[in-house]
Nanobody, 125 residues
Framework: QVQLVESGGGLVQAGGSLRLSCAAS????????MGWFRQAPGKEREFVAT????????YYADTVKGRFTISRDNAKNTVYLQMNSLKPEDTAVYYC??????????????????WGQGTQVTVSS
């Protein structure tokens, strides 16, 4: 059983920054791709970013490219999402997710099998 626990969400003004963390347990963390998705009220869950098992390959949604950075520390079983230049449209619940695959560029929710409980990010204008 894999457990994912997100932290670091909160309220921030537009233009500000937040760093989300996701602590993982129950699977050999360093072997698998990890991702972040988000879901805004009334909208479907959408892909944000993904990082492969070694951290050598990252992929981003066009809406966050250049502003968000995904990274991982395999020694700490933790994946991060650094969010800069936040916009009100970034407001959502952010979910950490783990894939059973080692492939790069996994952008579909169906390619992940475990999800965290989510952390709220609210960006005020």
């Amino acid at each position: 059983q894999v457990q994912l626990v997100e932290s670091g969400g909160g309220l921030v003004q537009a233009g500000g920054s937040l760093r989300l963390s996701c602590a993982a347990s129950g699977r050999t963390f360093s072997s698998y791709t990890m991702g972040w998705f988000r879901q805004a009220p009334g909208k479907e869950r959408e892909f944000v970013a993904t990082i492969n098992w070694s951290g050598s390959a990252t992929y981003y949604a066009d809406t966050v490219k250049g502003r968000f950075t995904i990274s991982r520390d395999n020694a700490k079983n933790t994946v991060y999402l650094q969010m800069n230049s936040l916009k009100p449209e970034d407001t959502a619940v952010y979910y950490c997710t783990s894939s059973p695959h080692r492939r790069d560029g996994l952008g579909a929710a169906s390619e992940y099998d475990y999800w965290g409980q989510g952390t709220q990010v609210t960006v005020s204008s």
